[in-house]
């Protein structure tokens, strides 16, 4: 038994190469789908270079957003000491702008206000709920065709060659590519 993660489309979104990135990137209608999959899952796309990013709304809430009050390009930021560092800026200043006691700043402005905390300390950071996990079963239940005894098999490699027989027939009975091999199927409890 085997378990893994499950792989969804918001895992997927940011793999470059993976088909759901490249509908994001490399399709006709990028743009449009882009906005599809931010009104289903929230969050929002940002510029990575030549590519786009999607940036989970658990993330967007434990950042911030300033624009530039001459281009109206937004910015997004996670740290106010590190964004202050790179633009000159310092962290009061932009924790005033979030807080709506200052409506510019060195050409920065807000983009969202945000209420200041009654009582001291940072806020609590949002996280992100954990990924779901699959237990998988690498053996399969057969059914003997003539004794109709069913059993179950863990290890379908090792039961092929205590019994000699062919390992990747077997195989091929246990995914459902082929029906029988030596009188035993997969076994199906609604089947009379």
Known sequence: MEIRELKTELDEVNRKGSKTWLMMNDNSKAAFLRQRFVEKNGGS???????????SPVEEKNGYWLKRADTGEKVFFDSMTEFGKKNGLTPVKICELLNGKRKTYKGWTAVELRQVKET???NIKAKEKEKEKVKIFEGAMFQNMITKEVFHVDNISKYAKDNNMSGSNLYKVARGKAKSYRNLKLYNPLEP
Request: hydrophobic share 30%; net charge positive; proline share 0%.
């Open 45 to 55: 796309f940002y510029r990575e270079g030549r590519c786009w990013a999607w940036r």
């Open 120 to 122: 001291t300390g940072s």
